[in-house]
């Protein structure tokens, strides 16, 4: 999925739920994107901004829920699969594995703040035997705090960057969501640094 921008654009509240619940199941698909997106569609007036939060909170919490289970009932067997789909190196793979089973709520939360390990959080939880509590907890809390960010960010891309990014849009055509993707990045680059040097403070890496 190289382009979600058409699909929110044509499905809106629907295509961000769908995005975000795949996203959670391991399914690698820009979850994180399509969050950032619906904030600058709504600040464009397309979308509405509560709306997009409580879409973005629930289906979050879903799709994680739904990868915790999916761990449950296949456990250990399927951690192998998980790390091939996710193309992490065996090493870093077992300092998740070890990062889950040592932090719990911990870990869960954090994981929504951490590309590597927000879409495979939810699974490893379960095929580890994280207690249904604290998962619940962890990823409930996580989705409050992670969602808001990204969404806001896309909402404060269009305050402070709007009218640009609509000019460039109109000039490069095809070439616009390259564009907005960079900007997204220049937005975002400092708090997801700051997150995975504090997952790191933790010797989880």
């Given amino acids: 999925m190289t382009d979600i921008a058409p699909l929110l654009e044509h499905w809106g509240y629907m295509a ?6 795949l996203g959670n199941v391991s399914v690698p698909v820009p979850e994180e994107t399509a969050l950032i997106l619906g904030g600058y569609l709504a600040w464009r007036g397309e979308l509405d901004f509560p709306v997009v939060l ?7 919490v879903i ?13 250990r067997g399927l951690l192998d699969r998980l790390r091939r789909l996710t193309r992490v190196p065996p090493e870093r793979f077992d ?25 495979a959080a939810g699974p490893l939880a379960g095929a580890l035997g994280v207690r249904v509590r604290s998962f619940v ?4 809390l996580g989705a409050l705090f992670f969602v808001p960010l990204a969404v806001g960010a896309g909402y ?3 305050l402070g960057f709007g009218h640009y990014v ?3 849009l109109r000039i490069l055509g095809a070439l616009k969501y390259i564009v907005l993707g960079g900007i997204v990045l220049l937005v975002t680059a400092v708090v997801i640094l700051r997150i995975r040097r504090a997952f790191r403070g933790t010797g989880a890496s």
């Fill in 137 to 140: 907890i962890g990823n409930v």
């Fill in 95 to 119: 300092r998740m594995q070890r990062f889950v089973i040592r932090y719990g709520l911990l870990a869960v939360f954090l994981a929504r703040f951490i590309a590597g390990l927000r879409f």
């Fill in 16 to 21: 961000i739920f769908l995005i975000v619940v």
């Fill in 63 to 75: 799709g994680d829920n739904v990868g915790y289970w999916i761990g449950r009932a296949y456990g």
């Fill in 156 to 158: 404060a891309m269009g």
């Fill in 166 to 168: 609509e000019h460039g």
């Fill in 54 to 60: 409580a879409v973005g909170i629930v289906s979050a």
